[in-house]
């Protein structure tokens, strides 16, 4: 290549022919058959999948059905191909996604999910009874000791869950993980997808596999630096402010009196856009808009978690 | 000179020459130094010897401190500077903005903030109006600086909080905080304009910037009637041509807008310098500017053997007034960092009290041994003025072409707190 040839700042990309739910489409290659399936108006249950993080294939809600695989296969990470005959409706794919949506749902607290994931349980006619009741909450810690991949036989009347105390150990955000679904997005965040801290991981494999610091201490412990990005993008509330914590418990998280302002962080000249949520005339949790080119979603500690100084 | 290996800087610099795309990046470890221009000079020089600037990905990039340190040089709230960037000597330029505004202007630079206190000292300037700025806790030298706040006649300080600086103040106006409180826009490091919205009420009786100027300027018999955000972003668009074209509505539809921006059918400048690469040559070539390396003004002595410099931690922000408020997990008292090697001969543990002198002052604060630093380094923030007024230690002499104080190199001396010292 020629010393200081102009850069290209996007490729050109070939339009491909292909087959969706019986119809012809055609997408530039590069494209998934996810991007395809939202440009197409076609509703697709996602829970690992976010836009600002690289797709990690882990809860196996997005699946279609390939003419010529064998296996359903995950449209958030698949390419369209030339020729390709996309399923996205067959009675397989609503099956697939209903058991994945069902047995998420029946160990796992989902009533503080994102609102589409609840209409995705509804439209797949998810049925958590017929697991039976869940079991009951393991105590503060007993989880993160057991052995992952070490299941125990089900007695088969209950229905296994996760629950187990909130983890509490410093002021700014909390670890649910009667809520955590193990979708990895707060392990993307915390990693190579903006952050490169790697303070957290998956530990272990199987039903007691966990969302860990290193050696599990606590957050304060750890390699965490509170940015916060794991709490943006936790799609059940399994990872949340405190404050916001705080306020639900008190029963003062009022959805209904509160506004969303986009603005731009006050500490340094990056300009972070900050997504403020106001209630009664209060911040009460600031993201940062995911389509926002600056930090595509991220913040850091003072820009999350530093607006004490104007609580009135 | 640094302590950093010359096979290493030049290995460094090889690598940044070779690649495809580089970029230098860097704050106020290169600027506050009494040579703090010939620091980003020298950067400009291998940048341009490289061919790393005009090009996508290559570039020069002062981050800012803060989220208008750029949009505040724009808007001209510098001694030389009319907005957008024309100088106020330039009387033609200076012309359009007195018809504008039907008043005349001063022909001459006016005092940077250096100049500002210097001008205090000889007793020529006796009343100032600080807005949004604690420099009875920022400024170097702060011992002397409070007491040229303390000598002067008047004094207005106009602040979110009741700062250290407003305790000086004949006059506090209080004001709301303009990231969250009110409606106006801010330029980021990469020259982009963006929208700042009020989320929330001020407190008390805080008003906005505007409506505290144009009350003032009211009651001093100019009636400026009470514009908006956007009125007065309007009239600065149709002052500064690369402020144009940027509209509330599209900076809105854009998510921000570049600078230059002539008029509202441009999407705005992601690259600057880009006539560099024009064959033939657009304009003037960019000079080179021949820098020599200078000492710190503070020099090592044996009665002051240590080097200070100061530093910021990611969850604090400048003094604290800002972020003194939430609890981070990550917050630590404030203490001298020094190397194991310094702390072992001066006999020092960790933990220990000590007294920190400078030609200036004396503080006393804790001593955390730090294996990251080098035999003769020591650092400090200025977070945390309450416990340790690092200030009062660092160096006010400025560079004479930015007018930026030394504070990065202090010559200090760390003692045993003595009894008596303990007891006072």
Not at chain 1, 196 to 203: E, G, L, Q, R, S
Not at chain 2, 56 to 78: C, E, F, K, T
Not at chain 2, 168 to 187: K, R, S
Not at chain 2, 339 to 350: H, I, T, Y
Request: proline residues 6%.
């Amino acid at each position: 290549m020629r010393r200081n040839a102009p850069v290209m700042l996007g490729a050109i990309r070939r339009m491909l022919d292909f087959e969706l739910d019986g119809e012809p489409v055609r997408a530039p290659e590069g494209s998934t058959i996810l991007d395809v399936c939202r440009e197409q108006g076609i509703d697709t249950p996602t829970l690992c999948y976010l836009d600002n993080l690289t797709p990690v294939n882990a809860c196996r809600v997005c699946m279609v059905e390939v003419d010529g695989s064998r296996v359903l296969v995950p449209s958030c990470s698949r390419d369209v191909e030339a020729g390709m005959v996309v399923k996205t409706d067959t009675e397989r794919v609503r099956h697939s996604r209903k058991m994945v949506l069902e047995l998420l749902a029946s160990s796992t607290d989902m009533s503080l999910a994102e609102d589409a994931v609840h209409r995705w349980m509804d439209s797949y006619g998810v049925d958590i009874k017929r697991y039976g009741p869940p079991g009951p909450p393991a105590a503060a810690g007993e989880r993160d000791r057991r052995q992952a991949g070490h299941h125990h036989v089900p007695d088969g009347l209950t229905a296994e869950t996760v629950a187990q105390p909130v983890k509490i150990d410093n002021e700014l955000y909390v670890r649910d993980y009667a809520r955590c679904i193990l979708c990895y997005k707060c392990v993307e965040a915390c990693g190579e997808d903006a952050q490169n801290t790697f303070a957290i991981a998956v530990a272990g494999r199987g039903f007691d596999a966990t969302i860990a610091t290193e050696f599990d201490v606590t957050l304060p412990d750890s390699a965490c630096v509170y940015c916060g990005n794991c709490i943006a993008v936790c799609p059940t509330g399994a990872l949340m402010p405190k404050s916001e914590y705080d306020m639900r418990q008190a029963g003062t998280w009022d959805e209904t009196k509160q506004d969303q302002v986009t603005t731009v962080c006050t500490f340094c000249g990056v300009g972070c856009n900050l997504e403020l949520t106001t209630q009664d005339n209060r911040i009460v949790r600031v993201d940062s808009p995911i389509d926002h080119s600056i930090t595509n979603g991220h913040l850091c500690i003072k820009g999350r978690f530093g607006y004490a100084h104007v609580q009135n | 000179m640094t302590g950093v290996p010359a096979a290493a800087i030049r290995e460094l610099a090889h690598r940044y020459a070779e690649a495809d795309r580089a970029q230098i990046c860097w704050t106020l470890g290169i600027t506050e130094h009494h040579t703090g221009v010939d620091n980003v000079l020298s950067l400009i020089n291998l940048a341009l010897l490289t061919g790393h600037v005009g090009r996508y990905g290559s570039g020069l990039n002062p981050l800012r401190g803060q989220n208008n340190v750029q949009g505040g040089g724009d808007m001209g709230a510098i001694p030389n500077k009319l907005p957008g960037f024309k100088d106020i000597t330039d009387d033609a330029e200076r012309g359009r903005f007195e018809r504008a505004w039907g008043m005349p202007l001063p022909a001459e630079h006016g005092w940077h903030l250096s100049q500002m206190f210097e001008a205090m000292d000889r007793g020529e300037l006796r009343a100032a109006y600080i807005m949004g700025e604690n420099p009875a806790e920022s400024e170097a030298d702060v011992a002397h600086c409070r007491k040229l706040l303390d000598g002067l006649d008047h004094l207005v300080v106009q602040d979110i909080f009741l700062t250290k600086t407003a305790e000086y103040a004949d006059v506090v106006l209080p004001a709301a905080a303009d990231w969250c409180e009110a409606d106006g826009t801010v330029t980021n490091s990469e020259r982009r304009v963006q929208r700042t919205r009020k989320a929330i009420d001020p407190p008390g009786q805080a008003w906005p910037d505007i409506k505290i100027i144009t009350e003032l300027a009211k009651r001093m018999g100019h009636d400026w009637g009470d514009p908006t955000a956007e009125q007065a972003w309007d009239e600065l668009r149709s002052l500064s041509a690369m402020h144009t074209g940027m509209s509330y509505q599209r900076l809105e539809e854009l998510g921000g807008i570049q600078w230059p921006c002539p008029d509202e059918n441009h999407p705005g400048s992601k690259l600057l310098h880009e006539r560099l690469w024009a064959d033939p040559l657009e304009g003037q070539p960019a000079p080179f500017h021949a820098c020599e390396w200078l000492p710190p003004i503070d020099t090592l002595t044996e009665q002051f053997p240590l080097r200070m410099t100061t530093v910021r931690r990611l969850d604090a922000y400048n003094t604290g007034v800002q972020t003194d408020g939430y609890t981070s997990p990550l917050w630590e008292r404030e203490s001298l960092r020094i190397s194991p090697e310094d702390a072992r001969r001066l006999g020092f543990a960790d933990g220990d009290r000590v007294l920190i002198s400078s030609r200036r002052g004396a503080i006393e604060a804790p001593l955390r041994v730090d294996a990251s630093l080098r035999p003769g380094l020591t650092w400090m923030t200025p977070h945390s003025t309450g416990e340790a007024d690092v200030n009062l230690l660092t160096n006010e002499s400025w560079d004479p072409k930015s007018g930026t104080s030394e504070f990065k190199a202090t010559a200090i001396r760390v003692d045993r707190v003595t009894p008596e010292k303990q007891r006072g």
